[in-house]
């Protein structure tokens, strides 16, 4: 509204200069005329200096004027009007009875733990090494697997995948060695090349103790800032945790089955209820960085988005300590005692997708997440529905281009943990993270990529995500999906892969940035 209104003051000092322009040029042959004309003159040289005025005004208050990270501390990249779709429930539908997640049913939970029972950070001898077989891993991972022993298979399969991935790594790493690069700066507060996480580095740090005393850690008040209203106590949380840099910020009553059950950070494994003071969430996005993030899987990297959202609820977790209530955030890669994406659909930042994951209507999915869990009373924010789950009914394409078949081309989700909800099959994703060319896992995204709401903010996807959720025929999704099938070409899924499988395949072609052969002299392979 603000730049319409710019653009009006503009319009309005041109014709103040042309009225000017016309007066001063006038021939008139008796004095009334000209007496009125050179009133006119003024009336027009006025309103020309008062809306130069205003536009000044005006486009300096524009976000656009802001140069460099203050389009996110203005919120202005949460500019979707979510209003029109509240809904009282989230799209996804609950089927009782409902569950907690068990730490060893997340895939990353699992590997996390079993990786540090391998390699313990702190030096000290195995707890656990492959030769032991499943009988000689700890609980409940040694139950987990006699009840899966598929997913054994796929854990023991994918560890070979890793290891083959490290001997092919000296074929491309001169290809790759700029996205190799950027992706350890941007984990270099968090994690070591080749994956091994900085204990001592971390920011916000590790959990150290029960959840009663950690969270309350920071409060050095005798009694929390009473704040005016829980409204006003929401608004000044999300301004300020955009502030911190989060893109989208959400607000909501925190549902216990979103809590891992069997593990809390700071006090181990083992069945705990979930904290009494982990009442509310505030939920936060940000997506990866464009260019990088379109040429996936290769020359993307989840770090920069998981760097930005460990400082974000770090800062926040402070600055909820400062106002005197208790706060613990929980970020990526694996600081988490629970799971985001629900989360976040609960708060109104999007629905879910059939890949899983959060779909939002400013970024698509390319919207990586954050919250902090805490007690200080705010209004939450409702769910929205614009109309996701009928687009993925018909839409597939993210399931077409994976390249190891991870994800569902059903037209219905499956029920997880008493919930109807999508769940990718993460043995089968993890298998392509340890496959495509990079010097360890760190991840693929090609289904966060190829999504059609995975779009810039241009014009036309500005329009369709106008359009598209008030249409209750369906015919504008219908005529967007034509059009994205018919007119952009994906790669096919197994060209994501190295050779001799695949090509190397990137979905979009990389920024010339991460292009090594164009800033060294070296010899680079396909
Ligand atoms: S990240 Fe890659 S492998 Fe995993 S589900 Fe998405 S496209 Fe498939
Ligand atoms: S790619 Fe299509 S099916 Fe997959 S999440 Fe996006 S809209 Fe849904």
Redesign the pocket.
């Known amino acids: 509204m603000d730049r319409r209104l710019a653009k009006a003051m503009v319009v309005s000092l041109l014709s103040g200069v042309l009225i000017v322009g016309f007066g001063d040029m006038a021939i008139a042959d008796d004095g009334v005329s000209r007496a009125i004309l050179r009133i006119g003159s003024l009336v027009g040289a006025v309103l020309g200096i008062l809306g130069a005025a205003v536009a000044g005004y005006l486009a300096g208050r524009d976000y656009d004027s802001h140069t460099g990270w203050e389009r996110a501390a203005y919120g202005a990249g949460m500019f979707y009007n979510r209003e029109p779709f509240r809904k009282e429930r989230p799209t996804y539908e609950a089927e009782a009875p409902t569950r907690r997640i068990d730490w060893e049913e997340s895939f990353i939970g699992r590997m996390t733990t079993i990786i540090e029972y391998m390699k313990p950070p702190d030096g000290s001898t195995p707890k656990w090494t492959p030769d032991m077989g499943v009988d000689g891993l700890p609980e409940p991972f040694k139950s987990f697997f006699r009840k899966h022993p598929e997913r054994y298979d796929a854990m023991m399969e994918n560890m070979g995948h890793v290891m083959q991935q490290i001997v092919n790594w000296d074929q491309f790493k001169a290809r790759f060695a700029l996205a190799d690069a950027w992706s350890a700066s941007m984990a270099s507060s968090f994690e070591e090349p080749l994956g091994k996480t900085h204990r001592d580095r971390v920011f916000p740090p590790d959990p150290a103790g029960p959840a009663e005393e950690w969270d309350f850690r920071g409060i050095r008040r005798e009694e929390p800032l009473p704040f005016r209203s829980p409204k006003l106590a929401s608004e000044l949380l999300k301004k300020v945790t955009h502030t911190f840099g989060a893109t989208l910020v959400g607000i909501t009553r925190l549902n216990p089955d979103w809590c891992f059950q069997g593990l809390l950070r700071g006090v181990g494994m083992g069945r705990y209820t979930v904290p009494a003071h982990w009442e509310y969430a505030i939920v936060f996005a940000t997506p990866h960085e464009w260019d990088s993030f379109y040429a996936n ?1 290769t020359y993307g990297t989840s770090y920069d988005a998981y760097s930005t959202l460990r400082i974000i609820g770090g800062r926040l977790e402070t600055f909820v300590h400062e106002l005197g209530y208790p706060a613990r955030a929980h970020v990526p890669p694996s600081s988490y005692d629970l799971v985001v994406p629900p989360i976040a659909i609960d708060a109104g930042l999007g629905e879910q997708g059939r ?1 899983g994951l959060l779909l939002t209507p400013e970024l698509g999915s390319n919207a990586r997440l954050g919250c902090v869990t805490t007690n200080l009373p705010m209004e939450v924010d409702k769910p929205i529905d614009i109309g996701v789950k009928d687009f993925c009914r018909k839409c597939k394409i ?1 399931a077409e ?4 078949g ?2 569902s081309f059903k037209d219905e989700p499956g029920v997880e943990f008493g919930y109807r909800r999508w769940r ?1 099959k993460d043995d ?2 993890f298998r ?2 340890a496959s495509v060319a990079q010097s360890h896992p760190r ?6 990529a190829v999504c059609p709401y995975t779009r810039k903010n241009n014009w036309i996807h500005a329009t369709s995500r106008y359009i598209d959720p008030r249409d209750p025929t369906g015919i504008v999704s219908s005529s967007l999906l034509w059009m994205q099938k018919a007119f952009f070409q994906y790669p096919k899924a197994r060209d994501f892969l190295p050779p001799p499988l695949g090509k190397n395949a990137t979905y979009h072609a990389p920024p010339d940035w991460l292009r090594t052969e164009k800033w060294f002299d070296i010899e680079t392979t396909e």
């Open positions: 899987p890949k993210c281009r994976c390249p190891s991870a994800i990718i089968l994703c392509t993270w991840g693929c995204r090609v289904c966060l």
